[in-house]
């Protein structure tokens, strides 16, 4: 059974890089099916994609945030990562790595991990 | 850049159907996901594909989706339904877009 666990840092200081692991157990990211993908929450408010990686290593990221965001894949195959440069408090949110599938066209998730809140403040 | 429109709140009685509607423009030519998220959770998958129910669904939750709106109903409510629910669509402009969510409240 696939699961997907975030660490990292839970507070990063203001215009600092925020920087989060996945690891993927039970499975591989290297699988080809899959598009590995972080999704966001601000406290008290809705879900905002942050971006995705195939296995070939190639990304797509919301315009919004696609000059400060990376999304990399780990050469252990079980792990990818989110480093987000020069935060606000805007940036405070709850991260989730989850499981896309049929991207694009179709595109659903159907496996998150248990978030990790990350709080940007000095 | 593309949008969905949710309710912010749903109050339906125990026993009766709850339904949840999702606006976009020409929505009805994209796959619409929903998404069940209760408190200090994680959002759950419960429709895919529009109407496609992934395995441990019950039922009683179904979705559809047509012109401008997609809509999840919930048939039969229970106290355990209650929670947050968002939709979700492919855009070719903004790629993965989420609505606002609804809260759906079990009186």
């Known amino acids: 059974q696939v699961q997907l666990q975030e660490s990292g840092p839970g507070l990063v200081k203001p215009s600092e890089t925020l920087s989060l692991t996945c690891t993927v157990s039970g499975g591989s990211v290297t699988s080809g099916t899959y598009y590995w993908t972080w999704i966001r929450q601000p406290p008290g408010k809705g879900l905002e994609w942050i971006g995705y990686i195939y296995y070939t290593g190639s990304t797509n990221y919301i315009p919004s945030l696609k000059s400060r965001v990376t999304i990399s894949m780990a050469t252990s195959k079980t792990q990818f990562s989110l480093r987000l440069s020069s935060v606000t408090a805007a940036d405070t949110a709850v991260y989730y790595c989850a499981r896309g599938v049929d991207v694009p066209m179709v595109a659903y998730f159907d496996l998150w991990g248990r978030g990790t809140l990350v709080t940007v403040s000095s | ?107």
Do not use: H
């Open chain 2, 1 to 107: 850049s593309y949008e969905l429109t949710q309710p912010p709140s749903v109050s339906v009685s125990p026993g009766q159907t709850a339904s949840i509607t999702c606006s976009g423009d020409k929505l009805g030519d994209k796959y619409i996901s929903w998404y069940q998220q209760k408190p200090g959770q994680s959002p759950v998958l419960v429709i895919f594909k529009d109407n496609k129910r992934p395995s441990g669904i019950p039922e009683r939750i179904s979705g559809s989706n047509s012109g401008n709106t997609a809509t999840l109903t919930i048939s039969g409510t229970q106290a355990m339904d209650e929670a947050d629910y968002y939709c979700q669509a492919w855009d070719s402009s903004t790629a993965v877009v989420f609505g606002g969510g609804t809260k759906v409240t079990v009186l």
